[in-house]
């Protein structure tokens, strides 16, 4: 697109993106690589736990077979030693698992800052880099202390490409495809941890360090591959505009959706982010840090399109997510079903209820796109809820230790698996569609950062928890199956917030998404359709907007802009 090209908006609400093409396909299915590095750091961490050189070089008790070298699993000595104490302590569980989401906290909420102040790309490379340094020290360790330095570390570098991993897909996907492609980060997440299980399981019988250590190693692949990738993928066009380097943006919307610089639809979908971008500052304007900050908290709650209103819905997504107990499964499934007293070999069944958690995701790139975001969370909490209260019943009744009923315990595991096909249809990959979705340019970074920073605080918060919940420790909770009615009461809250507070965004562009949260409220926003673009409503459709190499010309451009908003608004 030359210098001194004027472009003007268009008022067709279907012609304000470019025709679906393969690379926008590919560019996005590569961003989602980075759920690789959420699903595997997920996955090595529960089979590590339970592994015996990994126990005794961590805590330094003898191996059973060792203390107790002519018993049987049946001698109860031997038993007791075995599933009792020869395991890592609640406590040190819970710090090891938990310390990474501290980090990641923290790691999210940074990384708007970043991602609006450098790019979206540039950011997610410094996460694969500071996630390398972590990587380090957890490789290296040989005692909890240098762990929880590595975990921390790692935590950092994962906040910051969770969150802008969903951030730089959502900006960049087309919108009919955007749920799909977005819920292909959900699958990444499933096979990083079927990645990871499968690690873990050829080397938990190694009698050397080599056993935590190559699970945890293979972490560096996921990094460097992610990294080199993003030198070559173009920036968010929507970044540019947000800096009002509204060249680069035509030059990098141009290349994310495959069509010539000078192409009517790459002129039309700029004109229409701009006109919202000036639209939004204009609303809410940011003159300072702190200000900028605090916009994500303005307007009235009960203002189904206020800043605050989105904030709000976008942390509570990521908790509920999270409070669905998914993660009690993935971190701490392997002791769970060492405690059932009937499974020989758990860290198979860790394995079998990882390859459904693969294999039922990618249903969601279906049902996303055709029955929309609120209806399958609505669904999925719904045949949650069904799922854990069942899993709950059989286990304090048949499925007891005490029963020894292996029919019991089978039952409990195949309800497990339907609850994590729920799970993986829905709630796993629609939090993520929707945060990403919901903020308006100006406060999208830091939005994002923060729903992403409640997921990861949650996580945490269930990380520290559950090790006590369900731990046979003196103190400690001994739930056992009975954890389950909690996570399905959790389920119950879920469904009340998906029917009541999440709206329907499917098929359109994020500036639509702004228009329909400001007419109609979430229970009826599946029935509104677009009538008006933002380019039309400002009057950019009329006058256009001049792009020029020159700086201060593109200045100039964007102040025209927004005087023209000054005069004209919606409605």
Request: with cysteine.
């Amino acid at each position: 697109m030359a210098g001194g090209t004027v472009i003007t908006g268009t008022t067709d609400t279907e012609r304000i993106e470019a025709p679906v093409t393969v690379r926008a396909y590919l560019i996005c299915a590569f961003a989602a690589f980075g759920g690789i590095f959420f699903g595997y750091d997920t996955g090595w961490m529960g089979g590590v736990l339970a592994m015996k050189y990994f126990i005794r070089q961590y805590t330094g008790k003898q191996y059973p077979a060792d203390l107790y070298p002519f018993s049987t699993d049946k001698e109860s000595d031997y038993q007791i030693y075995k599933t009792k104490t020869f395991k890592i302590p609640a406590r040190d569980q819970s710090l090891t698992t938990s310390i990474l989401s501290a980090g990641t906290f923290f790691g999210a909420i940074i990384a708007g800052d970043v991602a609006d102040h450098i790019g979206r790309r540039t950011t997610i490379i410094i996460g694969c880099t500071i996630f390398c340094v972590g990587g380090i020290f957890e490789t290296a360790s040989t005692g909890i202390a240098v762990m929880c330095v590595g975990r921390i570390i790692c935590g950092v570098g994962v906040g910051f490409i969770s969150a802008i991993v969903i951030l730089y897909m959502s900006e960049i996907a087309p919108k009919k495809v955007r749920g799909a492609l977005v819920a292909g980060y959900q699958q990444c997440i499933t096979i990083g941890i079927l990645l990871a299980n499968c690690v873990v399981y050829a080397t938990q019988d190694r009698d050397d360090t080599g056993s935590y250590r190559i699970p945890i190693a293979v972490q560096f692949l996921w990094a460097i591959i992610l990294a080199v990738g993003l030198f070559i993928l173009p920036e968010s066009p929507r970044f540019y505009v947000k800096k009002g380097k509204l060249e680069q943006a035509a030059r990098s919307l141009a290349r994310v959706r495959g069509q010539p610089i000078d192409s009517g639809y790459i002129q039309d979908e700029l004109a229409e982010i701009i006109a919202n971008n000036e639209y939004e500052k204009k609303v809410v304007p940011q003159t300072t840090y702190i200000q900028g900050w605090t916009n994500c908290f303005t307007g009235s709650i009960f203002k189904g399109n206020s800043n605050i209103r989105r904030t709000v819905v976008g942390i509570l997504m990521q908790m509920m997510q999270q409070l669905t107990g998914i993660n009690f499964i993935f971190y701490f499934g392997t002791v769970f079903f060492q405690s059932l007293g009937t499974i020989s070999n758990p860290f198979l069944i860790s394995l079998i209820t990882t390859l459904v958690n693969v294999c039922s995701t990618p249903l969601s790139f279906y049902i996303v796109e055709r029955f929309g975001r609120r209806k399958i969370l609505i669904i999925g909490a719904a045949g949650m809820i069904t799922m854990q209260y069942i899993v709950g019943i059989v286990g304090v009744t048949a499925g007891r230790e005490s029963e020894n009923n292996k029919a019991a315990v089978s039952a409990m595991i195949a309800f497990i698996c339907f609850n994590i096909t729920f799970f993986a249809a829905t709630w796993g990959p629609a939090a993520w569609v929707v945060i990403g979705e919901i903020f308006p340019l100006p406060i999208r970074a830091r939005g994002v950062g923060l729903s992403t920073a409640s997921n990861w605080f949650w996580n945490c918060i269930i990380s520290v928890i559950t090790p006590y919940l369900v731990g046979t420790d003196k103190g400690d909770a001994n739930l056992g199956a009975k954890v389950f009615f909690m996570w399905g009461s959790l389920c119950i809250i879920s469904f009340t917030f998906a029917y009541f507070l999440v709206p329907e965004t499917k098929g359109l562009s994020l500036e639509q998404v702004d228009q329909m949260m400001d007419e109609c409220s979430p229970r009826n926003s599946a029935g509104w359709k677009p009538h008006t673009t933002f380019a039309q409503a400002t009057g950019l459709a009329e006058k256009g907007v001049v792009l020029e190499n020159d700086a201060r010309v593109e200045t100039a451009a964007v102040e025209e802009v927004q005087e023209t908003i000054r005069q004209k608004s919606f409605g």
